[in-house]
């Protein structure tokens, strides 16, 4: 795998252009099948055109290895033009080098063991009121609640307001959301049209949260109060553009992804009762019943290698995007200088080597004996990996833990008949008709 000179007479990988301009992006986008049809002709390794760029798509725990620990030699994080200009242009998600890795260090700090632990007591409240409302109700689409509760958490903790799924705020974020990972077309009815709007008019929310803020003695119990201290290698604090920014990435990364993987834990829990069973079990004997403790999450050891494995057979991203920005040669083939290459989480989970029996659902490979996670190095990348492994990794465990202490000890939960099961895959996995269930 080195670097190459481009009159390399190594030839490109195989694959297909598509149509001209838009290449192959609206089968990427609405065949769940796109990537599987892809490497079942071609192997681990192809070029298709998305997005306009010609891209190259890299499978599998090695791909992952060589991307990973080459950012900023070969390759730098990129991002469809769409959700460039949706996250702002000064959102960490959008930088790399040595600005990226400030910055990075920067936010970190409201994801740090100390910060997370004092998250939990509003995370255990706002997933009690939540249990108490799903209770009443008893028959619902839970995907949408749980929009709502993961929303609420994350309003919560990073920026101190409470019942946000309520306000305008949230109408403004579900229609950004829409628009992510879209054709970049800007007119009034485009989904990224209208993202573009509602982008300004949540900066606009923020921007009143972040003023009031700096008006009021410091208090350092959520996230953006932890940014506002903030000071980076030279002393300076960030600037009020840039925490709209960030808190705006805070606000997506804390809330999409993590909807994703609990609608996929209440999910596979209705239709493995055996496995919920032993959940269960633990959650008794733990004996959670009064408030929750960092010392007692630590202890949900089986829950733990549950959710390992949810994130494993339905990861919440399925990949991520790097820019070739030195020619290098992976596998036999050449990769070119300005194309895409496109990593996959979700493929990368189905490696037989690793995962045997993939398509089953069994929390058995991440016991202290098997440790599937640790067998290759980056083979399990629910979370990415490398210098941009997802930061709020810890943020998202923890909430996770909480939501499905507090359901399996205090609720039962069955599927309604007749309804659609089928994964929508962007930009997170959910459940056609919105995982309607009965609880009890």
């Known amino acids: 795998m080195t670097h190459l000179n481009s009159k390399s007479s190594l030839s490109l990988p195989p694959g297909d252009k598509g149509l001209p301009f838009i290449g192959e992006t609206v089968s990427f986008f609405f065949d769940p099948d796109f990537t599987k049809k892809k490497l079942k002709k071609y192997g681990n390794i192809f070029r298709t055109n998305i997005f306009g760029n010609d891209t190259v798509t890299m499978i599998g725990a090695e791909a992952n290895q060589f991307l990973f620990r080459n950012e900023n030699k070969y390759v730098v994080s990129t991002w469809p033009k769409s959700t460039r200009i949706l996250l702002g242009k000064l959102s960490l998600a959008v930088k790399d080098g040595t600005f990226h890795t400030s910055r990075r260090t920067l936010l970190f700090q409201a994801f740090k063991p100390r910060a997370l632990d004092s998250y939990i007591p509003k995370m255990t409240e706002i997933t009690q009121k939540y249990k108490n409302k799903w209770l009443q109700t008893k028959e619902f689409a839970w995907y949408p609640e749980l929009r709502d509760y993961t929303f609420d958490v994350a309003c919560s903790l990073l920026i101190s307001t409470e019942n946000a799924s309520q306000t305008k705020l949230a109408t403004y974020f579900e229609t950004w959301c829409k628009g992510l990972f879209s054709l970049p077309i800007n007119l009034p009815w485009t989904s990224f049209g209208k993202a573009l709007k509602c982008r300004q008019k949540m900066l606009q929310e923020i921007e009143k949260i972040i003023i009031k803020r700096q008006q009021e003695p410091s208090h350092q119990n959520d996230a953006l109060g932890i940014l506002l201290e903030a000071k980076d290698e030279e002393g300076n604090s960030l600037t009020l553009e840039e925490l709209k920014d960030q808190i705006l990435l805070l606000l997506f990364a804390g809330h999409e992804t993590l909807t994703s993987a609990m609608s996929s834990f209440v999910l596979l829990m209705a239709q493995h009762p055996d496995i919920l069973d032993k959940v269960r079990k633990e959650q008794e004997k733990l004996n959670n019943t009064d408030s929750l403790t960092p010392e007692k999450i630590k202890e949900m050891t089986y829950l733990e290698q549950v959710l390992k494995e949810v994130l494993r057979l339905i990861p919440p991203v399925g990949g991520g995007f790097r820019k070739v920005i030195k020619e290098f040669e992976f596998e036999g083939y050449r990769i070119p200088k300005n194309w895409t290459v496109q990593y996959q989480i979700a493929q990368t989970h ?10 089953i659902f069994d929390p058995e490979r991440f016991s202290p004996e098997n440790m599937a996670n640790k067998q290759k190095s980056f083979g399990y990348v629910p979370f990415g990996g490398g210098l941009r492994e997802c930061l709020g990794k810890e943020f998202a465990g923890l909430e996770m833990k909480i939501f499905a202490s507090i359901l399996v ?17 962007i930009p997170s996995p959910r459940p056609r008709d919105g995982l309607k269930v009965k609880i009890f």
């Open 350 to 359: 189905q490696q037989n080597d690793t995962f045997p029996n993939y398509q």
């Open 409 to 425: 000890l205090n609720c039962h939960w069955e599927l309604l008949p007749d309804q659609n099961l089928e994964m929508i895959t």
